[in-house]
């Protein structure tokens, strides 16, 4: 079992920055891919990025050189440093984390671009 828990949401101005952080704990001796999705009022949940246990990182085209995904193995915690944001980021972030073939979920953070 994989346990996750995020913080770093909140509310910033456009064109801010929030690092977001997702920690996993429980019994597991490594995990795989650590990522984000995250889902607006009225959308689809879309992908943001995600990174191998090796520490290869993937975008979608929406965040790419803005966002940048990273990871701490030796803490089993994966990082979301948002720059530039924009109203559109504004959403309910998720972190997943990869173990044994299935996705485990974090409960979310609220991320609210707006001046």
């Known amino acids: 079992q994989v346990q996750l828990v995020e913080s770093g949401g909140g509310l910033v101005q456009p064109g801010g920055s929030l690092r977001l952080s997702c920690a996993a704990s429980g019994s597991f001796f490594s995990i795989g891919a650590m990522g984000w999705y995250r889902q607006a009022p009225e959308r689809q949940r879309e992908s943001v990025a995600f990174i191998t246990s090796g520490g290869a990182p993937t975008y979608a085209g929406s965040v790419k050189g803005r966002f940048a995904i990273s990871r701490d193995n030796a803490k089993n915690t994966v990082y979301l440093q948002m720059n530039s944001l924009k109203p559109e980021d504004t959403a309910v972030y998720y972190c997943?984390?990869?173990?044994?073939?299935?996705?485990?979920w974090g409960q979310g953070t609220q991320v609210t671009v707006s001046s």
């Open positions: 997943y984390a990869d173990f044994q073939g299935r996705h485990y």
